[in-house]
């Protein structure tokens, strides 16, 4: 995974750079060229003259634009080592249980004042609040125990929630249950 993220930024980095700095297509062209450049744009169609395989089929190339987005989770990383109940547990209609979810920090350190567990989306199945706060610093190597009450809903059916971690915007260690509701 951090291979193909390497591998992304890197020609990320060479598309930006190829760009942004112009280069010459032949030492005649090179020489030639005494205007400004302006935009990636111009620079590409500068330094296509005098390569075949580049040549400008008109007088206007499309603008290409990269958007990279900047990961921090992996900066923040968890391992799942506990759930209980685990997913695709059957439950009866209206059945109140306690989820218990142990996850082991592998990352930075989750400051109490800066990180919470909180829920995120699917079916609340929280009884009292969808977001708490660190009893204490998390570090690298340290586990922590996340209790929430809970209740089944009353229609029969699979359902999900998601719950995870965040430090301001960056949300990470996600967890889920999934369970179904039978007679």
């Known amino acids: 995974m951090k291979t193909v993220r390497m591998i992304s930024i890197a020609m990320a980095l060479v598309l930006f750079v190829a ?55 992996s900066y923040y990383s968890c391992t799942l080592v506990r759930q209980s109940p685990s997913d695709w547990v059957k439950m009866k209609p209206r059945q109140v249980f306690d989820m218990f979810w142990t996850v082991q920090n592998t990352g930075a350190v989750w400051h109490e004042k800066e990180t919470k567990f909180a829920y995120v989306y699917g079916t609340k199945f929280q009884t009292r609040s969808d977001e708490f706060r660190l009893g204490q610093d998390v570090g690298r190597g340290q586990k ?37 509701v039978t007679r």
Not at 27 to 56: N, R, Y
Not at 150 to 173: H, Q, V
Request: proline share 8%; glycine share 6%.
């Open 19 to 73: 760009a942004f700095v112009p280069f010459a297509a032949t030492p005649a062209a090179a020489q030639e060229s005494t205007t400004l450049i302006t935009s990636p744009v111009q620079s590409f169609m500068d330094a296509a003259h005098g390569l075949p395989l580049l040549a400008p089929l008109s007088g206007s190339a499309p603008a290409i634009s990269l958007s990279v987005e900047s990961n921090t989770s």
């Open 144 to 180: 922590i125990k996340f209790g929430v009450d809970m209740t089944a809903p009353k229609a029969l059916g699979t359902y999900t929630t998601l719950w995870s971690l965040s430090t301001g915007n960056t949300s990470f260690c996600r967890v889920t249950l999934i369970l179904t």
